[in-house]
């Protein structure tokens, strides 16, 4: 038994797709067909798959069914999160979701997934991208601050979800936990954020994040190990369509 996850699919089966990088990159020619066939090899039956976020372009449900579809025939259990550009889930409709798609697909918002003796927390999340001013050497030097503070009403929001996972899952009497964000957990100018201190007050051992593709992004937030908790993007392009291993 092992866990998995990978973010951004994109998918558009039913959908017109205007994200011009996935429309003319390399790395997105036929993703779909070659996420499949990875997923055949390296994923069994009793693995979990946790996609993470941005599953689909489609505006509304009924232009998700096929996408949907798609990652309900892929092996294992699924456990979706939440993407920005996910506009078929409402988050107040997720025990509709859950009750519409169980069991092949679990939808992780205000709730938690176990895993072993690991509970699965997660949300949306969300950071500050700017826009960002910057000198003629490229350096940022000033930013929007009306969207700004915009974002810190998001980020406050989802803070308050995503500790609602942690604690439902700790009434439980769970203590060990992989967090999943869609959103990096910190954004370009920052070391550290309500996400990454979330993690350590709960001593998360791993925290598992996407959105950040397309090349000049995979570095916009932390990699590797910080105060004992080890972040990981999974972003579909990032990983080149393989989905990382988490845990065994």
């Not at 997923?39 to 599953?55: F, N, Q, S, W, Y």
């Not at 936990?177 to 869609?182: G, R, T």
């Not at 990096?184 to 959105?211: C, G, K, W």
């Amino acid at each position: 038994m092992s866990l998995y996850a990978i973010g951004d699919l994109h998918l558009h089966f039913q959908s017109e797709l205007k994200a011009p990088g996935q429309l003319y990159g390399r790395v997105w020619k036929n993703h779909e067909e070659k996420f499949r066939r990875n997923c055949a090899k390296m994923i069994r039956p009793e693995d979990t798959l946790v996609l993470v976020g941005d599953h689909s372009w489609g505006k509304n449900l009924a232009q998700c069914q096929a996408d949907l579809q798609y990652i309900r025939e892929l092996p294992g259990r699924k456990i979706l999160l939440r993407g920005n550009h996910d506009m078929f889930w409402d988050v107040k409709k997720t025990p509709q979701l859950n009750a519409q798609f169980a069991p092949d697909l679990f939808f992780l918002q205000d709730n938690y997934a176990a895993y072993q003796d690991y509970a699965i927390v997660g949300t949306k999340g969300y950071t500050f991208e700017g826009p960002f001013y910057l000198d003629h050497r490229r350096r940022i030097i000033d930013w929007d601050e009306k969207e700004e503070a915009h974002a810190k009403k998001l980020v406050e929001r989802e803070a308050v979800r995503l500790r609602k996972s942690f604690e439902a899952a700790r009434a439980d009497g769970y203590t060990r936990y992989v967090m999943f964000l869609h959103y990096p957990p910190t954004n370009i100018l920052q070391t550290e954020s309500v996400f990454t201190r979330m993690a350590e007050e709960y001593d998360v051992e791993q925290v598992v994040y996407a959105h950040s593709h397309g090349e000049s992004r995979f570095n916009d937030s932390i990699l590797g190990t910080m105060n004992g908790v080890h972040y990981s993007l999974t972003s579909g392009d990032f990983l080149r369509w393989k989905p990382m291993k988490i845990l065994d």
